[in-house]
T-cell receptor
Framework: DGGITQSPKYLFRKEGQNVTLSCEQN?????MYWYRQDPGQGLRLIYY???????QKGDIAEGYSVSREKKESFPLTVTSAQKNPTAFYLC????????????FGEGSWLTVV | DAKTTQPNSMESNEEEPVHLPCNHS???????IHWYRQLPSQGPEYVIH???SNVNNRMASLAIAEDRKSSTLILHRATLRDAAVYYC??????????FGPGTSLSVIP
């Protein structure tokens, strides 16, 4: 079935470590996004990519990095520079048009211990 | 900042219609209006979208004001499974998609 796969579902990180969250889609979508969600809050845009080898910062990009080497993959690295990384992270994709439906993955929970 | 504003929360009785409002006064001509809903600890799911005309699908209806500065998501008969956070967003071909805090809908049995 087509969709978006995020892994891992749960991840624990020690302070000072970098971690990478995986996001893979087989929907043939050009546009991909990463959002962060804190408990009881809405989604905040971290990074987005409209096409392979190109990406732009969202509203809260500090402490995060991404790459887009393949159309189907958009991994997010949470670096040690991110001071409060504990959150729910959501990856999404769509066709790059206003009418394009956004499809979300199931999310990844990151906890700093 | 989100380009849409919604009430923080709403309540509805089960099996009654629900009207969820959204204001988007700065909407541009190329912005599509999308609605998504999210259950706890899950990714949001698509509900409906439109550009200018009202839209209906099996899940809901979308009523868009003539000046496009506001819209209303209509759930015709609320069920307990409709309890979720509902997000109204604007989407353009530029693809920077910003979500606001959404409306938390409670359904009372």
């Amino acid at each position: 079935d087509g969709g978006i796969t995020q892994s891992p579902k749960y991840l624990f990180r020690k302070e000072g470590q970098n971690v990478t969250l995986s996001c893979e889609q087989n929907l043939n979508h050009d546009a991909m996004y990463w959002y962060r969600q804190d408990p009881g809050q809405g989604l905040r845009l971290i990074y987005y990519s409209q096409i392979v080898n190109d990406f732009q910062k969202g509203d809260i990009a500090e402490g995060y990095s991404v790459s887009r080497e393949k159309k189907e993959s958009f991994p997010l690295t949470v670096t040690s520079a991110q001071k409060n990384p504990t959150a729910f992270y959501l990856c999404a994709s769509s066709i790059p048009a206003g009418l394009g439906t956004i499809y979300f993955g199931e999310g990844s929970w990151l906890t700093v211990v | 900042d989100a380009k849409t504003t919604q009430p923080n929360s709403m309540e509805s009785n089960e099996e009654e219609p629900v009207h969820l409002p959204c204001n988007h006064s700065t909407i541009s001509g190329t912005d599509y209006i999308h609605w998504y809903r999210q259950l706890p600890s899950q990714g949001p799911e698509y509900v409906i979208h439109g550009l200018t005309s009202n839209v209906n699908n099996r899940m809901a209806s979308l009523a868009i004001a003539e000046d496009r500065k506001s819209s209303t998501l209509i759930l015709h008969r609320a069920t307990l499974r409709d309890a979720a956070v509902y997000y109204c967003i604007l989407k353009t071909s530029y693809d920077k998609v910003i979500f606001g805090p959404g409306t938390s809908l409670s359904v009372i049995p």
